[in-house]
């Protein structure tokens, strides 16, 4: 018996060895490099995170997209995202194209439980929704940021619904809640908080901390500093922690930390000016501040503690990087720009693909500049070349200097971009909307076009809605390809006074009509200015309400949706946020 007790003790520890890792991955929004303890800022404490890189590695030079939605599209497919026809963070151009696989694509076809919950910002309507791209379950929003953190309206595999608390502190419930669930199982867990992106609104006990705190450390030029925000957005990242810390526990109570993969980074330098390690730029520029980001990764056993990763990698690297260390084949699709760092991350020092990995060089673009990095230099498309070793700021332009290092990396340089401009080409593509395989198509204020009187709340779209509809030749247009032919139940988040109950909504697509009329008011306080911290440039939003319109026949092809009023009461007629095609 004792024998057989033995035998039955070293299968079971086989094949617990054998598990494929789970998968954590963590990232943050509008993040800074300088906006954590572990890369020596002493304004805030990150504890969590810091212990990532102590159990496991600490990249010294990671770096992502100058802004958000192409870092998360390069994660996504080990590929630079122009490729994938992202260009812009709004209206469209923050969509991945359909034709590219994503990480979460060939992680569930190696039996992986997939999970995303927080800003997806690839897009939104089925097939680029995330549920669409290879996640099993998605919690969150997919627009590049949203407007209120405190139980706002999301969305849970296309449903509308209402979060439950501080934003941040929910998508990590619904996180832990997904690891628990699969726990028996390999799991890939997506955690792209979006904090601390703007508006900036944190809980109480975080705030506190920091909104009489004199900073030990403050941007190099303190002038163009607003102390407050930077307050705000240290509290933020210390919110965050508290979330990395409590995933960290629960992996650890369910007893998978030795068999999960877990790492943490940002999408772009930081939001605004603060200390920042002296580097040069922040978000939205190609400069080593726009781009350098944190990366802490952690397995237990596999990667030696206080590893230092003194390699260049980047975004696109993280697909091929995790795809090996958990023994995960990429699905069929287009090369990878992507390489895998797993020979720095383990000390292969020795081997020709980490000889390969310290001359790589590592591009970045953004808003038509462009530059390049190599283990010791940043060339840009302006034409300036700063040795990034003795001259981290980026203080003193050496292309007169060296013209052979300049001779070198221009063409490469230009080479790159010219390939990049031609990959992107020109969008063409329209919204759609009905997809077979989605229940529900939800047509945004964000991705409309207002004319006549109709204005937009916000000049940032992404959780704008729209007012000032006050005659009846204004309307809102969107223009969309339909999927599949079908019987579609239309509903309109919206806020609209006394006055506005009896006007008249027509909604056409091509050929089919549907009217109807606002029977009751709905009015609603602008919300937000409550719980920000310094005053925001996004919109405030509202309590929407739903309008149920009717139900219209859609036939499949390109047409141009279109929201009017023929007949209005008086005054304006709604405040409009959101349509929600809901197939019959």
Same mark, same amino acid.
């Given at each position: 018996?004792?024998? @057989? ?21 963590? @990232? ?5 490099? &300088? ?98 791209? +290879? ?16 139980? /706002? ?38 955690? %792209? ?10 809980? #109480? ?22 102390? #407050? ?13 508290? $979330? ?24 772009? +330098? ?5 200390? $920042?390690? &002296? ?28 590893? !230092?990763?003194?390699?260049? +990698? ?8 995790? =795809? ?10 287009? %090369? ?10 383990? +000390?292969?020092?020795?081997? /020709? ?16 500049? =462009? ?96 007012? $000032? ?15 599949? #032919? ?48 310094? /005053? ?35 005054? !304006? ?12």
């Amino acid at each position: 018996m004792k024998s @057989l007790c033995v035998f039955l003790l070293l299968i079971f520890s086989n094949f617990a060895w054998a598990r494929s890792p789970n998968v954590v991955i963590f @990232l943050s929004d509008d993040q800074g490099w &300088g906006d954590l303890s572990v890369s020596g800022n002493q304004n805030l404490a990150t504890p969590h995170i810091d212990s990532l890189a102590a159990d496991g590695a600490k990249f010294d030079r990671f770096y992502v997209c100058p802004v958000c939605s192409p870092t998360r599209a390069e994660f996504l497919t080990g590929r630079f995202h122009q490729r994938g026809g992202v260009y812009s963070t709004s209206a469209g151009g923050e969509r991945l194209d359909l034709d590219e696989v994503t990480i979460a694509d060939s992680f569930r076809a190696a039996g992986y439980a997939t999970g995303a919950f927080g800003k997806w910002h690839n897009g939104m309507q089925y097939p680029y929704h995330p549920n669409g791209r +290879g996640f099993d379950e998605f919690y969150g929003f997919c627009s590049g940021h949203w407007g209120n953190y405190f139980s /706002p309206m999301l969305d849970h595999n296309g449903e509308i619904v209402t979060g439950e608390g501080f934003l941040i502190d929910d998508l990590t419930d619904r996180g832990m809640a997904f690891m628990e669930e699969h726990r028996d199982a390999p799991f890939f867990l997506y955690l %792209p908080y979006n904090t601390p992106h703007a508006p900036m609104q944190v809980p #109480d006990e975080y705030w506190d901390r920091f909104k009489d705190k004199e900073l030990a450390q403050r941007a190099d030029k303190p002038d163009q500093e607003d102390i #407050d925000f930077t307050r705000a957005a240290l509290a933020m990242c210390e919110n965050i922690d508290w $979330n990395v810390g409590r995933v960290l526990k629960k992996l650890a109570e369910l007893d998978l930390a030795e068999d999960t993969i877990v790492l943490y980074f940002s999408d772009n +330098g930081p939001n605004a000016w603060r200390w $920042n390690g &002296g580097m040069k730029g922040r978000k939205g520029s190609v400069d080593e501040g726009g781009v350098r980001s944190p990366l802490v990764m952690r397995w237990p056993g596999k990667i030696k503690e206080g590893t !230092t990763v003194e390699v260049l +990698g980047g975004t696109i690297d993280l697909l091929p990087t995790l =795809a090996e260390l958990a023994g995960v084949t990429p699905l069929d699709s287009a %090369p990878l720009d992507g390489v895998s760092l797993v020979p720095a991350i383990l +000390g292969q020092s020795d081997s /020709p693909a980490y000889a390969a990995l310290t001359k790589r060089p590592y591009f970045s673009a953004w808003n038509n500049k =462009a530059s390049v990095r190599t283990a010791q230099y940043r060339y840009g498309n302006d034409g300036l070349l700063f040795d990034m070793i003795a001259d981290p700021g980026q203080t003193r332009d050496l292309a007169t200097d060296l013209p052979k290092v300049v001779a070198e990396l221009k063409p490469l340089l230009t080479d790159w971009s010219g390939e990049m401009k031609r990959e992107l080409g020109e969008d063409a593509r329209p919204f759609l909307v009905g997809h077979p395989d989605s229940v529900i198509t939800q047509v945004p204020a964000r991705d409309g076009v207002p004319h006549g009187n109709i204005v937009r709340s916000c000049k940032h779209p992404n959780d704008s809605y729209f007012s $000032n509809w006050i005659s009846p030749d204004d309307e809102i247009t969107w223009d969309v390809e339909v999927v599949a #032919d079908g019987e579609f139940e239309v509903r309109i988040l919206h806020t609209c006074p006394e006055s506005s109950v009896g006007t008249k909504l027509e909604l056409s697509c091509g050929d089919a009509r549907l009217t109807g009329a606002i029977s009751e008011a709905h009015e609603s306080p602008l919300l937000g200015a409550d719980q920000d911290r310094v /005053p925001r440039t996004e919109s405030y939003t509202q309590h929407w309400e739903s309008l149920i319109l009717g139900t219209i026949g859609l036939k499949a092809g390109p047409a141009r949706l279109r929201l009017r009023a023929p007949e209005i009461k008086a005054g !304006t007629v709604m405040d409009f946020r959101l349509m929600l095609l809901r197939r019959l």
